[in-house]
């Protein structure tokens, strides 16, 4: 077959070939624009990871770039399978027009996803809780559509954006991991409170999950001791309610780490003979000028 030596010439011919080999030409655009958007992600991806410095932005980023190109080879086939631009054009508005409703919620979905890479209230990796349900977890992944969650429950929670962006969340892991605790102790009105608001700071120190000690954290203009700081909360029925502030290292086992901060004051109070926790009792004390008479009657049982 001769080269063709006009421009009229090769359109026909490419037209001929489309016509003959149309879906064939479909098939393969749409396998080398698949395989094209992973040639790029996999050639861009470092450069993209260092551009963005966020794991969420560069994966939304490389995923459009793999969506572009697989669009693009859409394109062709239809191209090749004879659909016109125009019938092309005329057949979305239609389908967009039909199915617009269910495509509303997809469509706020996207932006309330830009809004949430945007304002980076979490990012991947960060430790969240909501606090309407009290569940925590980790941001597995971050798209345009939605937020996958893994629960410390070993379950997944996928989240559209939009309910993402209503909802209340506590972000354990934003910019600084450090999280502060309180534990309450109560001990008897005959313990030296003194020594034991001493033993209970050394027991939490002794921990490694729990900073013990350096410069004060600042939370915007406020400061906080690091080491652990144990304060008289209460004056109480049964005893006296010594609060204990400490700061764990991380916010990951903040059970377990509470857990083996309340084990070494066991250990630690247990040890020592001048203080002692309380346990709730009640003393009933009769005044024989105010109070009168209790009148106790007992009877054995057989």
Known sequence: MPWPSTA????????????DFGPVVA?????AGWY???????VLGRRVARRFMRPSVTRTVLRLIRTGALGVGVLVAVWSLGLGLGNLVVSVTVFSAVLGLVLAPIVGSILNGIFVLADQPYEIGDMIEFTDTGQRGFVEDITLRYTKVFTLDNTFLVMPNGEMREA??????????????????????????ATARS???????TCDEVIEGGPDIRIGSARYPAKPRCYIDEYADSGVNLTLRYWAKQPYRLGAVRSAVQTRIWDEVQAREDVAFAYPHVQHVFDEE???EAKVALRRER
């Open 8 to 19: 009229r010439e090769f359109v026909s011919r490419v037209g001929t070939l489309m016509h």
């Open 199 to 205: 033993a209970i700071e050394r027991a939490a120190a």
């Open 36 to 42: 094209l958007g992973r040639v790029l992600t996999g």
């Open 168 to 193: 209340n969340i506590v972000n354990y892991s934003a910019e600084d991991e450090r999280t502060r605790c309180s534990l309450t102790v109560q001990m008897t009105y005959e313990s030296d409170i």
């Open 27 to 31: 098939v393969l655009a749409v396998v």
């Open 290 to 292: 105010e109070s009168g």
